[in-house]
């Protein structure tokens, strides 16, 4: 996201900065704040801060012009509801270009534009870098919106670095006359970091998975922090639901705030460096992403290769009767018969995608349902004491927070008894027979297998888009276990019997045993959008290389009587872990703006007893969204990542046609 206002004239010949006295500046902020005494304090607190410098200033601004600007915002601005990998919120247009608006607009928005002129004065950027000592901040491009936080709303781990930005601000305009409770949520949340030594010899920071230090949201509290690459990690905690029997107090729990950020001088200006924004490019996060510290990732892959099949096997790739006889205890008899396996791989060849319902046989599924309705009540994932070291929370949070376990590494004591739970994880998905049946029923070569058990606690677990990098297609199993109900997919497998359901591709072809549907693309939203609760797992297109980025955002709106004056618009994904810049971000999937499009492949909500398959080719975005606090249950899953070999690309897949 990139929204700036420059010191030039605008296209109608309006100036696009009012120049204000420093007197009239120091009248918008509460009195005293301009002392030195203030400003030392200020000062050593920030420098006092962890887990990373931080500055926390209450009361920032003159209240009756604060209450006058939450006013005009209430009465004058539209918010467009986002929903994207790593957030969900309700957002306006960019305020940096209010300066551009006709007399008319600017007529409505008097107090807002005294505040915005007051946040960039020359004085209070000055106040904002003394205090951080961040360098001179940059009064030619000014950066901010407003961020509508809404029960269900949340902003996920990130440390804000893109381009030029240099220092983060956030200043809240919650409700004045009712106090906002910590049990709301909605806090600002910091995560330290810890350094490590790569197997290159270089030292990285890398965020542990939970946060050190929560600030509440307050009216009038200013808090700012120096974005730094690779430590400046925070989130915005869910603004939770009200609990059962729970009153409201006023309006409800509206977590309004200005957030904007200040960035490094432009051309022209004192301390303007021409290749300070190419090195903080360097340092950016994309860089973390993708590059040095993946090795310190958890959980990390353990691939397990495949024995080479003798020609006798490729001759007859039909299941045995020794394969049937073991999966016949753990697969819903009707997906074994050669009709439905024949028919689920006519369908994947057409589609790349396939969902299946009611997969586990009904006896497994009985007990497994029991094992796991009785784990949720335990905080941790089950393991026997033999897979005690494949278990943990994932990490860093930038990419991902839930518990996980892989498969053991020993043989389980004879005297052990496995739960359903271990069949799954430790016998049937790294099986050479299940192999086999997802081989025939996708028509795919199978060559080794990465298996991981996930469960997402709610209030806490989520995985953010992350693009598949390697040049061969890998096959994706998700086979979905949980219990709880209101994931916005009722219809699919709740019942526990025999019948297979199968759904991939476009036109509905019904048989009583595999039925093979229109819904590849599962919806993710209810009838009422603040009701969904996440734990969807989504695929997307990722970004068109061949398309420069643009730092505008489709689908972000300012009023209806500014829109058309104010095009420069913000993301809040903006807010992303810096991601780089974008034409359009492709993790940005619900907007209440368009009907076209998403750029949403293939979607499954959390559910009982629901299997996905899916070919990812390279490039191609995945991600589990944030599970609500209000959810019913955690979001349990297997998973599986399988190597295919052997397959031919298409013209224009890669390569040369």
């Known amino acids: 996201m990139k929204r700036k206002n420059e010191d030039t004239a605008s296209a109608n010949g309006q100036s696009k900065k009012r120049a204000v006295s420093p007197t009239s500046t120091h009248s918008n902020f509460r009195k005293g704040l301009f002392d030195t005494e203030s400003l030392e304090k200020y000062t050593q607190q920030y420098a006092d801060s962890q887990p990373y410098k931080h500055a926390v200033i209450p009361s920032l601004i003159h209240d009756p012009l604060l209450r006058s600007v939450r006013a005009e915002i209430l009465e004058n601005l539209h918010f467009t509801p986002k929903e994207t990998d790593i957030y969900k919120i309700h957002q306006s247009g960019d305020l940096a270009n209010l300066s551009g608006l006709d007399s008319s607009s600017l007529s409505r928005l008097p107090s807002l534009l005294t505040l915005r002129d007051a946040l960039y004065s020359p004085e209070f950027r000055h ?310 049946w997802l081989a025939l029923a996708t028509g795919l070569t199978l060559s080794k297998a990465n298996i991981l058990a996930r469960r997402f606690r709610r209030g806490m677990d989520y995985t953010l888009a992350s693009s598949y990098e390697e040049e061969d297609p890998q096959l994706e199993v998700c086979l979905g276990i949980t219990p709880s109900k209101g994931w916005g997919d009722e219809d699919e497998g709740e019942e526990e019997g025999e019948d297979a359901q199968a759904s991939s591709g476009n036109d509905a072809t019904n048989s009583k045993n595999g039925n093979i549907s229109s819904n590849s693309k599962a919806t993710t939203n209810t009838a009422d959008e603040d009701d969904t609760v996440g734990g969807y797992e989504v695929y997307m297109a990722g970004d068109d290389a061949d398309e420069a980025d643009d730092g505008s955002d489709d689908g972000v709106e300012i009023p209806a009587s500014l829109a058309k004056k104010n095009q420069s618009s913000s993301t809040g994904a903006g807010q992303r872990r810096g991601a780089g810049n974008r034409k359009a971000d492709p993790a940005i999937y619900k907007s209440s703006t368009t009907d076209e499009d998403d750029g949403v492949l293939f979607s499954m909500p959390a559910g009982w007893n629901n299997m996905s398959i899916v070919l990812r080719d390279t490039g191609v975005l995945r991600f589990v969204k944030y599970v609500s606090r209000s959810a019913r249950g955690d979001r349990w899953d297997v998973c599986g990542e399988f190597g295919v070999v052997g397959l031919e690309k298409e013209d224009g897949e890669g390569g040369e046609e």
């Not at 919106?145 to 440390?159: E, F, K, R």
């Not at 930005?165 to 200043?171: D, E, N, Q």
């Not at 806090?187 to 490590?196: F, G």
């Not at 080479?308 to 006889?325: H, K, T």
């Open 127 to 436: 106040y904002v870098s003394t205090v951080a000592a961040s360098g001179p901040l940059s009064g030619q491009k000014t950066d901010m919106a407003i961020n509508v936080y809404t029960p269900g709303c949340h902003l996920l781990c990130h440390d804000d670095v893109i381009g030029s930005r240099r220092v983060s601000y956030i200043l809240y305009l919650l409700d004045p006359d009712v106090p906002w409770k910590a049990e709301y949520g909605g806090a600002l949340r910091l995560y330290p970091t810890e350094e490590r030594t790569t197997k290159k010899g270089e030292v990285a920071k890398v965020p542990r998975p939970d946060w050190s230090t929560v600030i509440p949201p307050q009216w009038n509290q200013l808090a700012f922090f120096t974005v730094q690459p690779g430590e400046s990690f925070h989130d915005v905690e869910e603004v939770y639901r009200p609990g059962e029997g729970e009153k409201e107090e006023g309006v409800g729990r509206v977590r309004m705030a200005i957030s904007g950020w200040y960035h490094i001088p432009q051309e022209g200006e004192e301390g303007y460096d021409p290749e300070l924004e190419a090195k903080l490019a360097e340092k950016s996060s994309l860089s973390q992403l993708q590059g040095k510290t993946d090795e310190f990732d958890l959980p990390q892959p353990q691939w397990r290769s495949f024995p080479e099949e003798s020609p006798e096997d490729a001759e007859e790739p039909e299941l045995s009767e020794q394969d049937l006889s073991f999966l016949v205890k753990y697969i819903t008899p009707s997906y074994l018969t050669p009709d439905i396996v024949e028919e689920l791989s006519s369908s994947f060849q057409d589609e790349s995608s396939l969902r299946l319902s009611n997969f586990l046989s009904k006896k497994l599924a009985v007990r497994l349902r029991t094992f796991i309705e009785a784990a949720e009540k335990h905080p941790v994932i089950p393991a026997p004491a033999a897979a005690a070291n494949n278990c943990g929370v994932a990490a860093p949070p930038h990419k991902h927070r839930f518990l996980f376990r892989q498969p053991r590494t020993e043989p389980p004591s004879t005297q052990e008894e496995a739960s359903p739970y271990d069949e799954l994880l430790d016998t049937l998905f790294p099986s050479l027979a299940f192999k086999k």
